[in-house]
């Protein structure tokens, strides 16, 4: 999975995510060469919940039946 900055230019390529014990490691690559390795820890994941509105959800769903445009809506 990758995630893109607003003039399309590659930020993060998700690797791999994996159980940890209590915390979750994810490992990728910064701006397609820096290699970086993330925990996501129970409380942290539990904050990450507040950014999740209804809307967002139902963008989400629909997203995964879009067809990809490389470009970014203004």
């Known amino acids: 999975m990758k ?12 690797i791999t995510v994996e159980p940890d014990g209590n915390s979750v490691i994810i490992k990728g690559k910064i701006m397609g060469t ?21 809307r967002l959800v139902l963008t989400l769903i629909t997203m995964l039946f879009r067809r990809t445009k490389r470009s970014l809506p203004k």
């Open 34 to 54: 820096m290699p970086m390795k993330v925990v996501l820890l129970p409380e942290e994941l539990r904050h990450g919940f507040k950014f999740l509105t209804p």
């Open 3 to 14: 995630f893109f900055t607003p003039d399309m230019g590659e930020l993060i390529e998700i």
